[in-house]
């Protein structure tokens, strides 16, 4: 398996349970835990549009919902929620205006439905509030790689030049590389970087999720596509703070006592650094597909925590029939 994101380590705990005994199953990747993307995400489970996911087959993208969110919520409500970094977390939505019905859409998905709330209760035009499950990446992939290396597993720190390369002496290659998956899998165009920037501060008092216009929600991000640039900007912190504030007016103080002086505005936080990470979207949809001896696992963007067990199902369940069918490298 190239890549430890949330992506790689869940299909190689998959394809670890589902192989026949005796099978071996190694992580390959240049960064693990910290130095990933995954590391950065927020990690709500939220799902706008299903289509977008898989424009050419919305069906199996529903499957790769409710796959995932039927994972997640088994380890919120169990016994290790707690270790994993999984919980249940209610949302509230808000908009302008309602958004165009779906075909798919996560409040058929979410436990308990959606409420649409009252005019009393908005500031804003439209809003709902569902239940969903708030997967901490700096938690949960630990917590994958740990019962990955618990049930035999072995990781292999460094950089590889191609699958083949990846995949010397073994039956099967997952490439779950993130933005190299593009390059790993023969020069995909379609791959390309949304870049997020997050400002993480104190506020106890937030018990709810929160998202809004502009792509701002309870850890504001500032998105930009092609952009690779890893390094916090300053204007993106001011416009993260601008537009987490007119979302929860309350988070004026959780953010100036992080700058460490009061009504603080535009510099970035002293006491919790600004993070950056580069989403691995694709033009065209996430791409889960078997190909000669390999299976593409790649082009999640911003759904790597909320997709990440669906996809990597369905991606296992190709390589399974590969081996059946008898691909070797």
């Known amino acids: 398996v190239v890549g430890a994101g949330l992506v790689g380590a869940?299909?190689?705990l998959q394809a670890q349970s589902a192989l026949p005994p005796g099978s071996s199953v190694t992580i390959i990747a240049d960064a693990f835990n910290a130095g990933t993307t995954s590391w950065v995400?927020?990690?709500?489970f939220r799902v706008e549009s299903v289509e977008e996911l898989s424009p050419d087959s919305p069906d199996r993208a529903e499957r790769w919902c409710r796959d995932s969110l039927r994972h997640l919520?088994?380890?919120a409500f169990g016994p290790a929620g707690p270790r994993a970094g999984v919980a249940p977390l209610p949302i509230v939505?808000?908009?302008?205006?309602?958004?165009?019905?779906?075909?798919?859409?996560?409040?058929?998905?979410?436990?308990?439905?959606?409420?649409?709330?009252?005019?009393?209760?908005?500031r804003l035009g439209f809003g709902i509030e569902s239940l969903s499950v708030l997967a901490d990446?700096?938690?949960?992939?630990?917590?994958?790689?740990?019962?990955?290396l618990a049930a035999g597993g072995r990781i292999e720190r460094r950089r590889v030049a191609s699958l083949e390369e990846a995949g010397a002496g073994a039956d099967l290659v997952f490439n779950c590389a993130g933005l190299e998956a593009g390059r790993l899998a023969g020069g995909d165009p379609a791959v390309h970087p949304v870049r997020g920037q997050v400002a993480r501060v104190r506020a106890p008092w937030l018990k709810r999720g929160f998202y809004g216009p502009d792509s701002t929600y309870a850890y504001p991000s500032a998105a930009?596509?092609?952009d690779y640039c890893l390094t916090a900007r300053e204007?993106?912190?001011?416009?993260?703070?601008?537009r987490a504030v007119r979302l929860l007016p309350g988070l004026a103080a959780a953010f100036a006592d992080s700058d460490?002086?009061?009504?603080?505005?535009?510099?970035?936080?002293?006491?919790?650094?600004?993070?950056?990470?580069?989403?691995?979207?694709?033009?065209?949809?996430?791409?889960?597909a078997a190909e000669g001896y390999a299976v593409h696992c790649y082009g999640h963007g911003g759904h790597g925590v909320a997709l990440s067990w669906g996809t990597a199902a369905e991606a296992v369940e190709l390589g399974l029939a590969r081996l059946d069918g008898g691909a070797k490298l």
């Open 260 to 288: 460490g002086r009061p009504g603080a505005t535009g510099a970035t936080s002293t006491s919790q650094p600004d993070f950056v990470g580069l989403r691995p979207a694709r033009h065209g949809g996430i791409r889960v």
């Open 224 to 226: 930009r596509a092609g």
């Open 235 to 242: 204007s993106d912190a001011a416009d993260i703070r601008t």
């Open 73 to 75: 919520s088994r380890l």
């Open 41 to 44: 995400a927020a990690g709500a």
């Open 10 to 12: 869940s299909v190689a």
């Open 137 to 148: 990446p700096r938690l949960y992939l630990p917590w994958l790689l740990d019962q990955f």
């Open 93 to 122: 939505q808000v908009a302008r205006e309602p958004p165009p019905r779906r075909r798919y859409a996560y409040s058929d998905m979410a436990p308990g439905g959606c409420r649409e709330l009252t005019p009393e209760e908005l």
